[in-house]
């Protein structure tokens, strides 16, 4: 593989003489040439520059001179007799500016398939754009990228950088090709897991001891945990791009700790807050949906129709909006509310019906008892950890709406909705107690279940 970097600083490049890139030169992997672009100015103070048509700051980069320069290139790269090459080889001619894509590792992969790669380093405001339109009309490859979103003085270190990037793909640079796509941006589609080496102390630092346990599951997993981790708090577009097929079910365990769902597509992010005034509606349809999902199958449905006009209306869902005993969350998947909850605070010495309070009053202090009234989620949603997310933020917000030494929160749940009690339990809710609920005239036997919400101050 052949690099040609054209530049009006060639002195920029002697790094490209040094370590993996200057040995892979060393070893006939790949040729890296210089070329200084005045050479093929044709004035004496050897301009490679003119003033913008049509008015505006800086100078551009005269398109003659270029062409020149890269037609050479191209001509003693290829043999200037048309024929000689036999197997057409594949040029691309590179141009970096802070106008061009964002140069990514698949571009990479793709580059390093080349045969003969041309980089075009602009200065200035850049190349007259005749330059990138001449050769793509006459059939090269013309690749116009940025390093990112920010402005360089030229092109040389973003040549360096693509030098770099590129060079290491090329078969027998690097002596393990797994530690490849292992590494960020490799084809897991994440950033790489934090690495450490000796010593295992170091001010003060331990190394996480599963690296050091040496079983190797454990291992690999914690890795996965950390990549999933920072992915999401450095490049969420990154998760946002993964697909079903490259997560496992502890990937998406993880993925659900950190705020998505996987859906048919891929992951996405579960925003979870209070509801607005505008969404009563929209969250008592779903309520009204959703509430025979939770009721015995041998109740009445006009006693279920009964029970969602009387409590779950629209006019129901402003009220508790509006009034700030009553917190209401709504957790929205790609923009959609997929699921909701509905918090009572009680008021000073008040006790909901059925509340477990003598179950949780362990110490002289009567604890504030939160009623988690309602929290249910779309079908759709269901087993993909969208639940775990809205308890985990409803239990969250109620500690930050109310000011008590100690908060539990407590619900009750059908006592055949076997679903609804496993999932409560998986999130740290136990069983407390019992209650009657009545739906019309039906009694029906609930479930309560209670978590402390907040440590004991
Ligand atoms: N030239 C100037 N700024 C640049 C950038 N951000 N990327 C590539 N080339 C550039």
């Known amino acids: 593989m052949r ?23 060393e070893r006939g992997l790949i040729a890296v040439q210089t070329h200084d672009l005045r050479d093929w100015t044709t004035d004496v103070h050897r301009t490679v520059d003119d003033s913008p048509f049509g008015g505006g700051a800086g100078m551009v980069m005269k398109p003659d001179v270029w062409a020149e320069a890269i037609d050479d290139v191209v001509g003693a790269a290829h043999g200037e007799t048309p024929g000689t090459n036999e197997v057409p080889a594949r040029t691309v001619l590179a141009i970096p500016t802070p106008s ?16 003969h790669v041309i980089i075009a380093c602009g200065r200035y405001e850049g190349i007259d754009a005749r330059v990138a339109d001449y050769y793509r009309g006459s ?11 920010y402005v360089l003085n030229g092109g040389e ?82 998760l946002a791009a993964l697909t079903p097929d490259q997560l496992d079910k502890k990937d998406r365990a993880k993925l659900a700790e950190l705020g998505w769902v ?37 109740m009445k449905p006009e006693d279920v ?68 009234s309602k929290m249910y989620i779309e079908p759709q949603w269901r087993g993909k950890g969208l639940f775990d997310i809205l308890i985990r933020d409803t239990l969250e917000a109620i500690t930050a709406a109310v000011d008590a030494p100690e908060i539990f929160v407590w619900l009750g749940t059908n006592i055949g909705n076997k679903r609804a009690i496993r999932a409560y339990k998986r999130a740290g809710f136990e069983i407390v107690g019992e209650r009657e609920f009545f739906v019309g005239e039906q009694v029906n036997k609930d479930l309560t279940l209670a978590i402390r919400a907040n440590m004991p101050q």
């Open 3 to 25: 690099f040609d970097i054209v530049t009006v600083f060639p002195e920029f490049f002697s790094s490209l003489d040094l370590s993996l890139v200057g040995k892979a030169r």
């Open 262 to 298: 996987v859906g048919e597509d891929g992951p996405l992010a579960v925003v979870v807050d209070e509801a607005q005034p505008a969404e009563a509606e929209a969250v008592s349809q779903l309520a009204g949906r959703l509430f025979p999902h939770a009721c015995p199958p041998d």
């Open 100 to 115: 061009g894509a964002p140069l990514t590792q698949g571009d990479c992969w793709d580059l390093a398939e080349a045969d």
């Open 157 to 238: 270190v973003a040549a360096i950088a693509l030098v770099e990037a590129v060079a290491r793909l090329v078969p027998g640079m690097v002596g393990n090709p797994e530690s490849l796509r292992e590494e960020s941006h490799g084809e897991h589609g994440l950033l790489e897991y934090p690495v450490y080496t000796r010593p295992t102390t170091f001010r003060g630092h331990d190394v996480p001891a599963v690296l050091t346990s040496g079983d190797h599951g454990k291992v690999a997993r914690w890795r996965r945990d950390r990549a999933l981790e920072r992915t999401d708090a450095r490049r969420p577009d990154m």
């Open 305 to 372: 129709a009964d029970f969602v006009a009387k409590n779950l209306s629209e006019r129901d869902f402003a009220q508790y909006i509006a009034d700030p005993n009553h917190l209401v969350l709504v957790a929205r998947v790609d923009g959609q509310i997929a699921g909701y909850s509905l918090a009572i605070i009680p008021e000073a010495g008040q006790v909901h019906e059925g509340a477990p309070a003598a179950a949780l009053a362990d110490g002289a202090d009567e604890p504030l008892l939160v009623y988690l």
């Open 139 to 149: 059939g090269m490859e013309v690749f116009e990228y940025s390093l990112g979103d």
